[in-house]
């Protein structure tokens, strides 16, 4: 096993890796930058460099600073958390050829699943149902054209090097086409430095399923089952939950075998989530793989009772997974909601500044995972995340009940946060009765003036 670990990351995962790695005697060195100066959590781990100003491109982005403090700091393996170098497969390699183990996939295996368009392709080969669509990268207009005509109308034009809803766009029709697909390209060529595109049917109202899996060095791969991320506003997650409610188990147990195909196909290892969307009538589609631990890892955790960032590490000390699939088994309900330091009356503008009084839930089942506290200031330099409320309880109904309970605790005193909102789904009757899909915030909150189905 590693002797030191050095955390390239900031905030609670930071603290989340700083805490695992506690447990099992790791030593942890921790990188920050001059905006993270003073944050308790540094003082939790074993050594603290600064890497620079507070911009990440000039901090925690920066391979060649993180490098220096891991040679510096003597540590064996780098954990990425997720976000900033997570899924940069030169890093990975760069790690890896300074002898210091990246606990993530390999950069092959990253590069591959980088490529939207190539990962399409592992899909298929894996048996994998992928959205019907180009069956490979769109050239021109006429060629998406002919494509479109075969599946039908609205079509979605989406950046091979794209994801996470970076780089797609929508035509109704044939007439919308050329210019989607002009936009498109010009768009991933500059944000990704590769303009190719693919096109795919749209598909309206889906539920978003994601697979969390695990691979060992050993070729065991296995799945812990899945989260429904649905409720999102412009793919930023607010609520996860695991298991995913209303949710047949065939098509449940369908989607997550799935996933381990597709993993072994890329020769994947280390943690990574299956992502797929799921129509009104159940059926299921792989849209793409991250290749990286996830912000909402913890409601696949209580579920499981497994410790997925001390898994990780494990894996990519060498070891091979303690558990095999039939030991892995769904326990209650589990809801997580990510508490942001944003105004949702004023289109979620961040909400930076001191908190001024923080009060924390707690009591049976309730997990706060955060590096805040009273007196804590919310940078403006990153992502508003402050913490993550994560509920766990027998059934859903009760998770539920938890949760509102929790949230009314709750008490982050001099800025805007994200609970009230929160408060407001969990109440809705729509999200209780799963009639949910990953348009229903922005309908039900954020455009009131237009008619809406609810
Ligand atoms: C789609 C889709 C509908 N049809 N693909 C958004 C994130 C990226 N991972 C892929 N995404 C989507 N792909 C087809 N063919 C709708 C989305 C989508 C979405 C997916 C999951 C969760 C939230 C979403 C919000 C808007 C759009």
Same mark, same amino acid.
Request: proline share 5%.
């Given at each position: 096993m590693?002797?030191r670990?050095?955390?390239?990351?900031?905030g609670e995962?930071?603290?989340r890796?700083?805490?695992?790695c506690?447990?099992?005697?790791?030593?942890?060195?921790?990188?920050?930058?001059?905006?993270?100066?003073g944050a308790?959590y540094?003082?939790?781990?074993d050594? +603290?460099?600064?890497i620079g100003p507070? /911009?990440?491109?000039?901090s925690?982005?920066k391979?060649?600073?993180?490098?220096?403090?891991?040679e510096?700091?003597n540590?064996?393996? @780098?954990?990425?958390?997720?976000?900033?170098?997570?899924?940069n497969?030169h890093?990975?390699?760069v790690?890896?050829?300074?002898?210091?183990?990246?606990i993530?996939?390999s950069?092959?295996?990253?590069d591959?699943?980088g490529?939207?368009?190539?990962?399409? &392709?592992? /899909?298929? +080969?894996a048996?994998?149902?992928?959205?019907?669509g180009? =069956?490979?990268?769109?050239? &021109?207009a006429?060629?998406?054209e002919?494509?479109?005509?075969?599946?039908?109308f609205?079509?979605?034009?989406?950046?091979?090097?794209?994801?996470?809803?970076?780089?797609?766009?929508?035509a109704?029709?044939? +007439? /919308?086409?050329?210019p989607?697909?002009e936009?498109?390209?010009?768009?991933?060529?500059?944000a990704f430095?590769?303009?190719?595109?693919?096109?795919?049917?749209?598909?309206?109202?889906?539920?978003?399923?994601?697979?969390?899996?695990?691979?060992?060095s050993? =070729?065991?791969v296995?799945?812990?089952w899945?989260?429904d991320?649905?409720?999102?506003?412009?793919?930023?997650?607010?609520i996860?939950?695991s298991? /995913?409610?209303?949710? &047949?188990d065939?098509?449940?147990?369908?989607?997550c075998?799935?996933?381990?195909?597709?993993?072994?196909? +890329?020769?994947?290892?280390?943690a990574?989530t299956?992502e797929?969307i799921v129509?009104?009538?159940?059926n299921?589609?792989?849209?793409?793989?991250?290749?990286? @631990?996830?912000?909402?890892?913890?409601?696949t955790?209580?579920v499981?009772?497994?410790?997925l960032i001390?898994?990780? @590490?494990?894996?990519?000390?060498?070891e091979?997974?303690?558990?095999?699939?039939?030991?892995?088994?769904?326990?209650?309900v589990?809801?997580?909601?990510r508490?942001n330091?944003?105004?949702?009356?004023?289109?979620?503008?961040?909400?930076?500044?001191?908190?001024?009084q923080?009060?924390?839930?707690?009591g049976?089942g309730?997990?706060?995972?955060?590096?805040t506290?009273?007196g804590?200031?919310?940078?403006r330099y990153? &992502?508003?995340?402050?913490?993550?409320?994560?509920?766990h309880?027998?059934?859903?109904d009760?998770?539920?009940?938890?949760m509102?309970?929790a949230?009314?605790?709750?008490?982050?005193d001099?800025l805007h946060?994200?609970?009230p909102l929160?408060?407001e789904?969990?109440?809705?009757?729509a999200?209780r009765?799963?009639?949910?899909?990953?348009?229903?915030?922005?309908?039900?909150?954020?455009?009131?003036?237009?008619?809406?189905?609810?």
């Amino acid at each position: 096993m590693f002797k030191r670990i050095l955390i390239a990351n900031r905030g609670e995962i930071a603290l989340r890796i700083i805490r695992a790695c506690r447990e099992m005697n790791i030593e942890t060195v921790v990188v920050y930058s001059e905006a993270d100066r003073g944050a308790a959590y540094l003082d939790m781990a074993d050594e +603290a460099y600064c890497i620079g100003p507070p /911009a990440s491109g000039d901090s925690y982005l920066k391979i060649d600073r993180v490098i220096s403090a891991a040679e510096v700091g003597n540590v064996q393996a @780098i954990h990425p958390g997720y976000g900033f170098l997570a899924e940069n497969s030169h890093f990975a390699e760069v790690c890896r050829s300074c002898q210091i183990e990246f606990i993530g996939p390999s950069h092959t295996a990253m590069d591959l699943l980088g490529n939207k368009n190539a990962a399409r &392709d592992l /899909a298929r +080969a894996a048996e994998v149902p992928v959205v019907p669509g180009s =069956g490979g990268l769109i050239s &021109d207009a006429a060629e998406a054209e002919s494509v479109s005509h075969e599946i039908g109308f609205p079509v979605l034009i989406k950046a091979s090097a794209g994801g996470g809803g970076r780089g797609m766009r929508v035509a109704e029709n044939a +007439a /919308a086409l050329k210019p989607a697909i002009e936009q498109a390209q010009a768009e991933a060529g500059a944000a990704f430095g590769d303009p190719s595109i693919y096109l795919e049917k749209y598909i309206d109202r889906p539920r978003h399923i994601e697979v969390q899996i695990i691979a060992d060095s050993h =070729g065991n791969v296995v799945h812990l089952w899945e989260r429904d991320c649905t409720m999102q506003r412009r793919h930023q997650k607010i609520i996860e939950e695991s298991p /995913a409610p209303f949710l &047949d188990d065939s098509i449940r147990l369908a989607i997550c075998e799935s996933a381990v195909r597709l993993v072994r196909q +890329a020769d994947y290892t280390n943690a990574g989530t299956v992502e797929f969307i799921v129509d009104s009538q159940g059926n299921f589609f792989f849209i793409e793989m991250n290749a990286r @631990i996830q912000v909402e890892h913890p409601v696949t955790e209580m579920v499981t009772g497994i410790d997925l960032i001390k898994t990780q @590490i494990r894996v990519a000390a060498g070891e091979p997974l303690p558990f095999t699939q039939d030991e892995i088994h769904v326990n209650g309900v589990s809801i997580e909601c990510r508490i942001n330091a944003e105004d949702t009356r004023h289109n979620f503008r961040p909400s930076p500044g001191k908190i001024e009084q923080l009060i924390v839930p707690g009591g049976f089942g309730v997990r706060f995972d955060s590096h805040t506290y009273s007196g804590y200031g919310v940078s403006r330099y990153y &992502d508003s995340m402050i913490g993550k409320l994560i509920v766990h309880q027998p059934t859903r109904d009760e998770a539920i009940a938890c949760m509102r309970r929790a949230l009314s605790e709750l008490r982050v005193d001099g800025l805007h946060t994200t609970a009230p909102l929160q408060l407001e789904i969990l109440d809705h009757t729509a999200f209780r009765e799963g009639r949910v899909d990953t348009r229903f915030i922005e309908r039900t909150w954020m455009a009131p003036s237009l008619p809406t189905n609810e």
